[in-house]
């Protein structure tokens, strides 16, 4: 199963390993008081202990990927502090978006919304820190993108085109359990 799991993921993701060369430099001490796993990694011996560290799932969403903002949220993440896990560029297929909008089904938006998001590829990134899922919310911005703040993602980057559904580049898992739900459905490997 070990290396099952490990041809799964030098096939689909890209895992972070932090740095090999200098794991000593000081800059690590900014990225967090890191306990997970990659973060502790990446910290060596110069990271704490608080074990509570989250993930969470975020799609760069089809407007994004074609656009060519998949780096830009990417660095966005990074420059808050947070750590790549997992990454993979995937064009969703209608299961798993019927089981991550499951909570949407039957509202207005959600026939648009599947066909908006099965529209071309996705880039999807497991992140993990402290807090990292309240905080790439904060990143992300308003779900509508003319109301979202500038200097968020969807503020900054966003715009209504007068669709059914709104186009706007990014998602984020809203709670711990969402995030593993979700972490299941797009790196079922990381489970
Ligand atoms: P979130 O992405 O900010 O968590 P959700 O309420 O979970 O927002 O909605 C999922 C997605 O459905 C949104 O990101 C957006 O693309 C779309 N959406 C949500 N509410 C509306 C709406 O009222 N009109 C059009 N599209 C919507
Ligand atoms: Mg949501």
Not at 147 to 175: C, F, M
Request: net charge positive.
């Amino acid at each position: 199963a070990v290396s099952q799991r490990h041809a799964a993921r030098s096939v689909r993701s890209v895992v972070a390993t932090g740095c090999a060369r200098w794991p000593w430099w000081p800059q690590h001490r900014a990225l967090g008081r890191g306990g997970g796993p990659v973060e502790r990694r990446r910290l060596g011996r110069v990271g704490a202990v608080n074990e509570q560290i989250e993930r969470s799932l975020v799609l760069v969403k089809p407007d994004g990927y074609r656009r060519g903002l998949s780096g830009e949220v990417l660095r966005r993440i990074e420059a808050k502090g947070y750590t790549l896990v997992a990454l993979a560029v995937t064009t969703p297929t209608g299961e798993q978006l019927a089981t991550h909008y499951a909570e949407h089904e039957g509202k207005p938006f959600y026939e648009p919304l599947v066909e908006f998001m099965s529209s071309g590829p996705v880039t999807a990134a497991v992140i993990e820190g402290h807090g990292c899922i309240a905080g790439f919310r904060a990143l992300a911005g308003a779900t509508d993108p003319t109301a979202a703040l500038p200097g968020t993602i969807r503020g900054d980057l966003g715009r209504d085109w007068g669709l059914k559904v709104q186009q706007n580049i990014v998602h984020g898992s809203d709670s711990p359990e969402s995030a593993a739900r979700e972490i299941a459905i797009w790196f079922p490997e990381l489970g």
